[in-house]
């Protein structure tokens, strides 16, 4: 049977590069800088025109329009959030935006296809480290031509996990976040660690570089890629109470085997969190 995606990765493959390229050379000029859902909720001019870019090549590239297209910007600019049976792309063009603005060098494009719902294949183009990690659903997973695995580690104690404290600073959700990261360090873990970039989280544990990665309050663009290459990888994609994953749900677990998301998942402080295909309250 024909592979009817094979061409549409290449592509991603390629987009992603070139957005990268793109985000690159954005950096080495003055960033102007503005925000969303609250004061550190950052966005640019960049993350605006790196998307275009994306979904203007996408579109020339499979425009028939049976192709949907879930962008965080453009989410964000008011178009609807929903994954239907449709092929649909999910695209984070600048992830790391607030490392962007700051020059700290973990800055990713994010780009993954979902068919009937199920995700098909990732690509996340680490953009400043010039590493390009992608897979294919059933094919492995990659960074650049070298083939990735998870890490073997089973023994918590010999384990770095990772986090994020995200953008929200309310009082109920940065306790939550912090008491759990001290119930972590404390089990003990050798480290907890974060890039700043959902996405480069999870090729960090995909790569074997962290044993988990979990977040609350992350987009299903920000992740879609990164759970393609992680299960690629061996690694298991999970809810943060342990249960199945939802790409829509905002909250997600990725580990390198069961026994260790399960060790963390017994300290997460779990709080709620909007969906992202959650009907958007008419003004
Ligand atoms: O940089 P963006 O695309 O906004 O996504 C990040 C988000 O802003 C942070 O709050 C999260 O903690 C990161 O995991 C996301 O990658
Ligand atoms: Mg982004």
């Given at each position: 049977m024909a592979d009817p995606w094979q061409s549409a990765y290449d592509f991603a493959v390629q987009v992603a590069r070139a957005a990268g390229a793109v985000i690159r050379k954005a950096g080495e000029d003055e960033i102007k800088v503005q925000t969303k859902s609250?004061?550190?909720d950052l966005v640019t001019q960049t993350d605006e025109r790196v998307e275009k870019i994306i979904i203007g090549s996408l579109k020339e590239q499979?425009?028939?329009?049976s192709h949907c297209f879930i962008g965080e910007e453009s989410v964000s600019n008011g178009q609807p959030c929903n994954l239907t049976d449709k092929p649909t792309w999910i695209i984070?063009?600048?992830?790391g935006t607030t490392n962007f603005v700051h020059g700290f060098p973990f800055v990713a494009v994010s780009i993954a296809f979902a068919v009937n719902k199920e995700l098909e294949f990732g690509v996340v183009y680490s953009c400043l480290e010039d590493k390009m990690y992608k897979a294919r659903k059933g094919m492995g997973a990659f960074c650049d031509d070298e083939q990735i695995q998870v890490s073997d580690v089973k023994d918590i104690n010999k384990s770095i996990i990772i986090s994020e404290h995200g953008t929200d600073r309310s009082i109920e959700k940065v306790t939550k976040i912090f008491s759990t990261m001290q119930k972590i360090l404390r089990i003990p873990v050798h480290g907890l660690r974060g890039s700043g970039t959902a996405a480069t989280n999870m090729c960090l544990v995909a790569s074997g570089a962290s044993e988990a990665f979990f977040e609350i309050g992350i987009h299903c663009w920000d992740i879609a890629a990164g759970v393609v290459i992680v299960r690629e990888a061996g690694g298991i994609i999970l809810d943060v109470d342990g249960g199945p994953f939802d790409l829509m749900s905002r909250r997600m677990m990725s580990a390198n085997n069961d026994i260790i998301a399960k060790r963390i998942i017994k300290e997460i402080e779990i709080f709620e969190v909007l969906r992202d295909d959650a009907p958007v309250p008419s003004k």
């Open positions: 609250c004061a550190v499979f425009g028939d329009g984070d063009p600048v992830d």
